[in-house]
């Protein structure tokens, strides 16, 4: 089974779900919110019902407001994020998943922290 999917998503301020991305900034005493926009592109090749193989692209970018940028131009508070991800995810048993994913990236900051991301996860789940 082949599956393809798409989302886009636009946020803003306190309580954005991206947790990756800040979500505001104080300013002369002020919360400021930070907006952002982004999507994810992804398909999903399932061989077998216990064996799944992904490919994501995912895109962030928060809005670069001048007050923000002059409070943050020495942070590290990711202005822009995108990364492709390849993923294999295996159900070994009733409700336990184990997985392994590779992520290549690009993160630019609001300061003068940018650069690339390169990371291998392998993780475990058990369903409740």
Do not use: C
Not at 15 to 34: M, P, Q, W, Y
Not at 54 to 83: H, R
């Amino acid at each position: 089974m082949f599956q393809i999917e798409g989302q886009y998503h636009a946020t803003s301020g306190l309580g954005r779900l991206n947790a990756s991305f800040s979500d505001a900034k104080l300013v002369a005493g002020k919360l400021e919110a930070i907006d952002a926009q982004g999507f994810h592109v992804s398909a999903q090749l399932k061989p077998t019902k216990d064996l799944r193989f992904n490919v994501i692209y995912e895109y962030q970018k928060a809005d670069d407001d001048p007050k923000i940028f002059d409070l943050t131009a020495n942070s590290g508070d990711k202005e822009k994020f995108q990364a492709f991800r390849v993923n294999f995810i295996k159900t070994f048993w009733t409700r336990w998943q184990t997985g392994v994913e590779y992520l290549h990236g690009q993160v630019d900051s609001f300061g003068d922290s940018d650069g690339k991301v390169n990371s291998v996860q392998m993780r475990l789940w058990f369903f409740f």
